[in-house]
DNA sequence: ACAGGCGAAACTTTATACAATCCGCGCCTG
DNA sequence: CAGGCGCGGATTGTATAAAGTTTCGCCTGT
């Protein structure tokens, strides 16, 4: 009897009202909705969702715990806020762990994967056409996860949440001009690269993209509106 | 018991009683004290640490985030039983991410490194000849963490914590015979490495060792023991 | 006028009480 | 005698209330 809980634990579980607003408010701030720095009340959430705090409150933990959230003992909540250091971080880890993603989503690809594939671009095309920068922050990021579930592994998928999470803040403090569209076109070749099987072609394009997205970050001051005096003053 | 222990004038880390809870309980899953499938019942928990329930509950909920514990709805916390397939995703993220860590480890090698990892070394050969199983596979994860540190990365710091963790866990469900030492004389061996900084030699060395605790596994199913949670947490 | 301190309000933190759910056991029924 | 049904105990999920801490405004003294 090895654990069969998979099926529980896991996303689809809408009924839970954690969930549904520990998912909430991570899509706020995954469509920058929500900027860092952003207070979240305890009372204010749990208001919006109609829950006790005793729920906002696990929620927060949660996502406390996936670093997208900074608790501060008896201060509350906020919008996590990554420091450049954060950020060079964030990607190395991204270009280490993507591309064995990507190998093992090959090894799984399938006509159905390859169709949610196809559909998932076909959303972000839709959503860049129509100007929605919202919705394309979303799904540029998902598109990740999406490869990540494909390749069936788990831990990997869940490291990525993480580090995907992270990257939406961080794309929105350090980016240098207006949205080029975080890599639809990057997005078409690397699933081009996987229908064809090519691991190699498949991996060097996840790196690239991951570069790419990396170098238009300028990663050399924190927010220009507020230096943080601890980290000047070395405390 | 609920001795009115004074916040103030008590030791500096028990300003935070979530943490006491929490890294109780991890501590006793690492040591093997507390075997996979036992529950963790919040009553039982809260008496042990004279906490109340909502306390235990935090604790709990960030074991389960770190996946060395299952809660099941309405049901309660166990510790959690990994599959075979768990096994083995979690040692290839290992493989993955402890060469790339011993690499950051060698930019950051100093003196003062040097001399805790010794220290380290020292500890674990004490342990390891008092035959203090329990201190061994303690501090056999806390080598790998110890290095994760070194690393200054913090992101791969907190993904390896939580594989140590895990890994613990899957050592005490898959081992095939008794207790070989998890490797104090592989440690050794990486940190020689590391102190002449040889990065191959380091990343080679890491790599033998993770291959060799997974080669001692035997990724079938373990017969379950239960076991009273106030014996094996004598607070 | 300004620095410093007192005090109230708002918030988080913790504890406790209440409601919902599940598991086990005994009884009834076929 | 086997199997299902229902009740009682126990445990978890949720809400609410009490306690502690921080913050901000106001007031006083120099």
């Given at each position: 009897?090895?654990?069969?809980?998979?099926?529980?634990?896991d996303a689809?579980?809408?009924?839970?009202?954690?969930?549904r607003?520990?998912?909430g408010?991570?899509?706020?701030?995954?469509?920058?909705?929500?900027?860092?720095?952003?207070?979240?009340?305890?009372?204010?959430?749990?208001?919006?969702y109609?829950?006790?705090?005793?729920?906002?409150?696990?929620?927060?933990q949660?996502?406390?715990?996936?670093?997208?959230?900074?608790i501060e003992?008896?201060r509350g909540?906020?919008?996590?806020r990554?420091?450049?250091?954060?950020?060079?971080?964030?990607?190395?880890?991204?270009?280490?762990?993507?591309?064995?993603?990507?190998?093992?989503a090959i090894?799984?690809?399938?006509?159905?994967?390859?169709?949610?594939?196809?559909?998932?671009?076909?959303?972000?095309?839709?959503?860049?056409?129509?100007g929605?920068?919202r919705?394309?922050?979303r799904?540029?990021?998902e598109?990740?996860k999406?490869?990540a579930e494909?390749?069936?592994?788990s831990?990997?998928?869940?490291?990525?949440?993480?580090?995907?999470?992270?990257?939406s803040?961080?794309?929105?403090?350090y980016?240098?001009?207006g949205?080029?569209?975080?890599?639809?076109?990057?997005?078409?070749g690397?699933?081009a690269?996987i229908?064809?099987?090519?691991?190699e072609a498949?991996?060097a394009?996840m790196?690239?993209h991951?570069?790419?997205?990396?170098?238009?970050?300028?990663?050399?001051?924190?927010a220009?509106?507020?230096?943080r005096?601890?980290?000047?003053?070395?405390a």
């Amino acid at each position: 009897m090895a654990a069969k809980t998979r099926p529980k634990s896991d996303a689809p579980d809408a009924s839970d009202r954690v969930s549904r607003i520990r998912e909430g408010v991570t899509a706020a701030i995954l469509e920058h909705r929500l900027l860092p720095g952003t207070k979240l009340g305890e009372d204010e959430i749990g208001e919006i969702y109609g829950a006790s705090r005793t729920l906002v409150r696990t929620a927060l933990q949660q996502l406390a715990h996936e670093g997208i959230v900074n608790i501060e003992k008896n201060r509350g909540a906020f919008v996590a806020r990554p420091t450049p250091a954060d950020a060079r971080e964030v990607f190395e880890a991204r270009r280490l762990i993507e591309p064995t993603i990507i190998d093992h989503a090959i090894d799984a690809v399938s006509p159905a994967w390859l169709g949610r594939l196809g559909e998932h671009l076909a959303e972000e095309r839709g959503a860049e056409l129509r100007g929605d920068a919202r919705a394309s922050v979303r799904l540029s990021g998902e598109f990740h996860k999406l490869v990540a579930e494909m390749s069936g592994h788990s831990i990997y998928l869940g490291f990525l949440k993480e580090l995907i999470a992270r990257s939406s803040l961080i794309i929105l403090l350090y980016r240098r001009h207006g949205t080029p569209a975080c890599g639809t076109d990057h997005h078409a070749g690397i699933v081009a690269a996987i229908r064809k099987r090519d691991r190699e072609a498949a991996r060097a394009q996840m790196l690239s993209h991951l570069d790419e997205i990396e170098a238009e970050l300028s990663l050399k001051d924190p927010a220009a509106d507020e230096l943080r005096l601890a980290d000047v003053l070395g405390a």
